[in-house]
Nanobody, 127 residues
């Protein structure tokens, strides 16, 4: 069983930066792809970023490309999302997610690919 705990959310002005972190329990973290998703107010959960096992591949949607980066530290069982040049439309609850352990190096962007989820953390960007 994998448990994920997010940290680092909060309130920031437009143009500012925040760094979210997710700490995972369990010994299989390094074999899982990791993702960040978000749920804006009144909308469905959407993909924000993903990183493959080993960290060699990352994927971002166009809405955050060039502003967000994702990284992982397998020694510490953590994955981070650095968010720069934040916009009010980035306001959302952000969720960390992990796939089942795998030998594949893939970076899924679909909610259904992830079997483990954190509780979510609020990010609010004021204009």
């Amino acid at each position: 069983q994998v448990q994920l705990v997010e940290s680092g959310g909060g309130l920031v002005q437009a143009g500012g930066s925040l760094r979210l972190s997710c700490t995972a329990s369990g010994r299989t973290f390094s074999r899982s792809a990791m993702g960040w998703f978000r749920r804006p107010p009144g909308k469905e959960r959407e993909f924000a970023a993903a990183i493959s096992r080993g960290g060699s591949r990352t994927v971002f949607p166009d809405s955050v490309k060039g502003r967000f980066t994702i990284s992982r530290d397998d020694a510490k069982n953590t994955v981070s999302l650095q968010m720069n040049s934040l916009k009010p439309e980035d306001t959302a609850i952000y969720y960390c997610a992990a796939t089942e352990p795998s030998t594949w190096t893939y970076v899924p962007s679909m909610v259904q690919a992830y079997g483990y989820w954190g509780q979510g953390i609020q990010v609010t960007v004021s204009s």
